[in-house]
């Protein structure tokens, strides 16, 4: 099992000298950083226990103006090594980067205090920076993280510090289950660096999330559209076929769009990462908040908010559904991005302010496409907090199900089709019937789902074919209760059967009636918008047998067409009947008689053979 640890600690507190000691690797890479003995950019070692165990580590740069690369690697770690110069004690950065990782919730650690032979055996001294440095810590989320003094130059209490990272990664592993963070998801990949490797292409590399990966895997690029294909995987340097997840990964990738990639891109597989720009958090205040700080964070300050290896410039929401406070102070916000951030509810977060520099919130996403549209009004403060307790980590998962749809009003369901939450499904339910009880004559099937949609789309945001289909189970649902009747197309209230059609109505089917008591009739809209039928005057002649319908358009008098199917069976007892034939006999032409032969055929009355049709099974004696 790999777990990824993270240093973090104030500029030349030993940080990449406590890893080279630990692992042989020097994770200062760049010409720069050799030059000037700093980390720049986030590095990399890993140290292999002989059990299988596994630590992949990130190595952060300590300096104030490089916050940002911290984050970047602190983004997707699952535990920390916080480096304290034992000469030196606690300094900007260490208090700075322990807010971070506070606020990213981060809770399994090892602190480190280094350089002790600086110290050259002052125990006095090492006891009283431990007690300082366990003060600290204990109020952070890291509290209770054991502290190990060590030096990386000498190498002294390096057996200890190993010995502590095996108790880590077990610690991370029994949390998580498998030594990886999110191991029911599918595979995520929050890329950290892309180069191009010169022969094979593109490169990226970052902690990989969920899994398994395979090569020949195919992973969506969020955000954007395009979709890659693994054509090689690397772990530690060494290709490989699969990686089940947790640790590092290297992923040459190929497809199209592979040359837009770059730092906090996000590739995976997993449908529940939404591409977004408004975001449902819950945010809690950094540990080390001073007296009187601002909380919640103001609305609409510019601020940039941390999620993965990515960033943007962010702003909380000042609506007045936009946010509620808890009892324990933390903070339900919807959050503005700038631009499109790749993001799922879990997702840690942090929030910045530029000026002055610090953190103004840590958190996490409880939902990345909150509702919009006329669900907005939906985000009443005690459905906010329902959401908030249910993605609480002890919670039950079908309780986040269940905080959402009350939210949403509305969501699409994991199979086809779509859910409602119970108070919209009751206030359509009663709505349905009202409109039918204000119908004495009943209401057209299709006209009646018209209204629940409307009623619905008013209500929550779904779009109109999803709308369409939940209308349709919803009419359906209250007929089968026995809320509502329905009687050929007309629904109706159960027990009273729909009224006649009024007099206008019984005149202008009689005159639809006779245009199609010909041969060869005009096409049933053009009909009966000369004969002034309406809609329902249509069904009420369907109904009572006085029309028959082929097709959508095409229909005759009841009459003509028995006329027609008595000719049509006179032939084919001649003889088998060639549609040609028909259409002499009756004056009219193919496309009349191809639908008719059609009908008979599918009723029996005719029975289509090679030579031509024939006497069915139904036809009349
Ligand atoms: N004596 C002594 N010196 C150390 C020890 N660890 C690091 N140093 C020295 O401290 C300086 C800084 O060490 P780094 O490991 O680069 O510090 P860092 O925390 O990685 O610094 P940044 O990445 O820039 O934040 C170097 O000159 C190291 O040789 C130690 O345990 N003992
Ligand atoms: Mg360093």
């Not at 030349?12 to 406590?18: E, Q, S, V, W």
């Not at 720049?40 to 070692?45: D, H, N, Q, R, S």
Request: aromatic share 2%; charged share 25%.
């Amino acid at each position: 099992m790999t777990v990824v640890v993270g240093t973090a600690g104030h500029i030349d507190h030993g940080k990449t000298t406590l890893l080279r000691a630990l692992t042989g690797i020097d994770a200062d890479r760049l010409p720069e950083e050799r030059r000037r003995g700093m980390t720049i950019e986030v590095g990399y070692a890993h140290l292999a226990f002989d059990d299988g165990r596994v630590v992949d580590f990130v190595d952060v740069p300590g300096h104030e103006k490089l916050v940002g690369n911290m984050l970047v690697g602190a983004g997707e770690i699952d535990a920390v090594l916080l480096v304290v110069a034992a000469d030196d004690g606690p300094r900007a950065q260490t208090f700075e980067h322990l807010g971070l990782l506070d606020a990213l919730g981060l809770s399994d650690a090892i602190v480190a205090l280094t350089k002790i032979d600086v110290l050259r055996g002052d125990s006095e001294r090492l006891a009283a920076g431990r007690e300082a440095l366990r003060a600290l810590v204990d109020r952070s989320s890291l509290a209770g993280s054991p502290i190990v003094a060590v030096s990386g130059t000498t190498g002294e209490g390096l057996d200890e510090l190993r010995q502590e990272l095996r108790t880590l990664v077990d610690r991370v592993a029994g949390r998580t289950g498998s030594g990886r963070a999110v191991s029911e998801h599918p595979a995520r990949l929050a890329v950290d660096r892309v180069f191009s490797v010169k022969g094979r292409g593109t490169v990226v590399t970052g902690s990989l999330r969920g899994g398994p990966l395979e090569v020949g895997d195919s992973l969506d690029v969020r955000p954007g559209r395009g979709r890659l294909r693994v054509r090689e995987l690397q772990v530690h340097n060494a290709r490989v076929e699969r990686i089940e997840g947790g640790g590092r990964a290297a992923l040459n990738v190929v497809g199209p769009g592979v040359d837009r990639l770059s730092r906090g891109a996000l590739l995976t597989a997993d449908p529940a990462v939404a591409v977004t720009r408004r975001l449902l958090v819950r945010l809690h205040p950094p540990f080390d908040a001073a007296p009187g700080a601002e909380w919640p964070p103001a609305a609409n300050a510019p601020l940039r908010v941390f999620i993965g290896t990515d960033q943007a410039d962010a702003a909380v929401g000042r609506g007045r559904t936009d946010g509620t406070t808890l009892d324990d102070g933390s903070h339900v916000a919807t959050l503005r991005v700038g631009c499109p951030m790749a993001v799922a509810a879990g997702d840690r977060l942090v929030l910045r302010r530029p000026v002055p520099i610090g953190t103004v919130a840590g958190g996490v996403v409880l939902d990345a496409s909150p509702p919009t549209g006329p669900s907005r009004k939906r985000m009443t403060p005690e459905r906010l907090v329902a959401l908030a307790m249910a993605a609480a980590p002890d919670a039950d998962r079908g309780a986040v199900a269940a905080a959402r749809l009350a939210l949403h009003g509305a969501l699409p369901s994991v199979g086809p089709g779509w859910l409602l939450a119970s108070d919209v499904a009751d206030l359509l339910g009663s709505d349905a019937i009202a409109i039918v009880e204000a119908a004495p004559d009943g209401i057209g099937h299709a006209e009646l789902r018209g209204d629940v949609v409307r009623g619905l789309r008013r209500r929550v945001a779904v779009p109109i074919a999803a709308a369409e289909i939940v209308a349709t189970d919803l009419i359906a649902g209250a007929i089968a209760a026995g809320h509502l009747a329905l009687d050929g197309d007309l629904v109706h209230l159960p027990g009273r059967a729909a009224a006649g059609p009024s007099p206008d109505t019984l005149a202008a089917m009689d005159r639809l009636e006779f245009l199609l008591a010909v041969t060869a009739p005009p096409s049933l809209g053009d009909a009966a918008r000369a004969a002034g039928c309406p809609p329902d005057g249509i069904r009420a002649l369907e109904s009572a047998g006085r029309i028959t319908r082929l097709e959508d358009d095409l229909a005759w008098a009841t009459s003509t067409y028995r006329n027609l199917e008595g000719e049509a069976l006179r032939l084919a007892r001649t003889g088998p009947l060639a549609p040609a034939a028909l259409r002499d006999a009756t004056g009219t032409s193919r496309k009349y008689v191809m639908a008719l032969l059609e009908d008979f055929d599918r009723r029996g009355i005719l029975r289509r053979t090679q030579a031509g049709h024939v006497p069915g099974p139904r036809a009349p004696r």
